[in-house]
């Protein structure tokens, strides 16, 4: 008899167990992906997305002509130092996640990897969401002139996402909205990193 498939929503771990993983607390379960676009002159650009299932925040998008596991291992370093390590990492098995540094990196820090079965993206849905509200507010809206003008302008929508757009899955607020407190000066927001994860100084709240 052929083995049984898992059932929607259910995820491959590490140890080949199949089990169905829901996110239960912020940095329990992160999910992350790549998205696609182009540049006016026709070329090329990838996003590198990575959510927080449980808060919906998104925690970084790096953006670059081209994204392999190097800069996946890079991005999750950075994020690993900012925020703790999670407990699991949610993605396809496109073979910038599957590649074997990759898996034994994220295992060597404390972290799991969960696959979703191959076909299935609706068992990413969290950060299949994400993507299609990046790609129907900013990527399909915005032309896209130069690599820098991407980042830029795909980071100002990041931290709007964050602290300002209202979730309606969060009883329509924002995943980490911006609290000033008084008295104090209203910070800039500085200008972006390269790797599209600089965050504007303030006080977060979940």
Not at 27 to 37: I, L, M, S, T
């Amino acid at each position: 008899m052929p083995a049984r498939q898992p059932k929607r929503g259910r995820l491959w771990l590490n140890d080949g167990s199949c089990v169905r993983l829901r996110p239960e607390r912020a940095n329990h379960v992160w999910a992350y992906d790549f998205v696609e676009d182009r540049t006016r002159d026709g070329r090329k650009i990838r996003l590198l997305n990575v959510v927080d299932e449980f808060t919906r925040e998104c925690l970084s998008i790096r953006v670059g002509r081209k994204l392999g596991s190097a800069d996946v291992i890079d991005l999750l370093a950075d994020l690993f130092i900012a925020r703790g390590t999670p407990g699991y990492i949610r993605s396809d098995n496109g073979p910038e996640f599957v590649a074997t540094a990759v898996k034994g990196w994220i295992s060597g820090v404390g972290a799991k990897t969960a696959f979703i079965e191959s076909g299935s993206p609706w068992e990413n849905d969290y950060v299949e969401s994400f993507n299609g509200k990046l790609r129907d507010e900013l990527l399909n809206a915005q032309v896209l002139n130069t690599l820098l003008e991407a980042r830029v302008l795909i980071e100002q929508w990041r931290v709007h996402y964050n602290t300002v757009r209202p979730h309606s899955s969060l009883g329509y607020r924002p995943p980490a909205p911006e609290v000033v407190v008084s008295g104090m000066p209203i910070p800039s927001p500085g200008r972006p990193g390269p790797t599209g994860s600089h965050q504007p100084p303030a006080i977060m709240l979940h």
